[in-house]
């Protein structure tokens, strides 16, 4: 069965850094998200994305934050200078269609901040 | 925006027994609620959902009912399993995913 994949599993970093997070998501589906989730507190919404733009995105998702599809597989989540209140686990997610379609999440990528 | 709460915080239980997770949602538009299953480290998985449609839908040994009047929904496992120990998380869909804080449960052998 298909899944969403991510790279890295794991990214440490220095306050300030850029980093780039990496998320395959499943070949045939159009809508694409990240999600964070700081430790043992719920999964927060970051933004969506389709047909090459953001459909929506939360009041976390500020201009130290961008998402991009460069290929017809990836998609990545880009933030520009890391704080350390940015550590947290990144879920990148994807669904084929319409509106109650199943989200299916990646595995993960755990982002630490130092 | 959607505000969705979820209780309790954490469930133990004995194995064999029933357990119960309930959430609530503020916004009347929500129409779809996903339950996803975390293990320690892992992906959140979905494990059963409800449209805004149908009041119960049950698989195996998972059920999840809705009360629209209400706005709320619970998850109900039966005949509980050691490897049911996980978070749960419950969420509404408007326009995107508001999920509750989860769930920790324990299921004792």
């Known amino acids: 069965e298909p899944e969403v994949t991510q790279t890295p599993s794991h990214q440490v970093t220095q306050m300030g850094q850029e980093v780039i997070l990496r998320c395959v998501p499943i070949?045939?589906?159009?809508?694409f998200y990240w999600y964070r989730q700081i430790l043992g507190q719920k999964v927060e919404f970051l933004v969506s994305f389709y047909n090459n733009e953001i459909s929506e995105k939360s009041e976390i998702f500020d201009d130290q934050f961008s998402v991009e599809r460069p290929d017809g597989s990836n998609f990545t989540l880009k933030i520009r200078s890391t704080k350390l209140e940015d550590s947290a686990m990144y879920f990148c997610a994807s669904k084929r269609g319409g509106s109650t379609d199943t989200q299916y999440f990646g595995p993960g990528t755990r982002l630490t901040v130092l | 925006g959607e505000n969705v709460e979820q209780h309790p915080s954490t469930l133990s239980v004995q194995e064999g027994d029933s357990a119960v997770i309930k959430c609530t949602y503020s916004d009347s538009a929500s129409n779809y609620f996903p339950w996803y299953k975390q293990e320690l480290g892992k992906r959140p998985q979905l494990i059963i959902d409800i449209r805004s449609n149908v009041g119960e839908k049950k698989d195996q040994r998972i059920a999840v009912t809705l009360n629209k009047t209400a706005k709320h929904f619970s998850l109900h496992i039966t005949e509980t399993q050691p490897e049911d120990s996980a978070v749960y998380f419950c969420a509404a869909l408007v326009g995107r995913l508001y999920f509750g804080r989860g769930t920790q449960l324990t299921v004792w052998p």
């Open positions: 070949s045939n589906h159009l809508y």
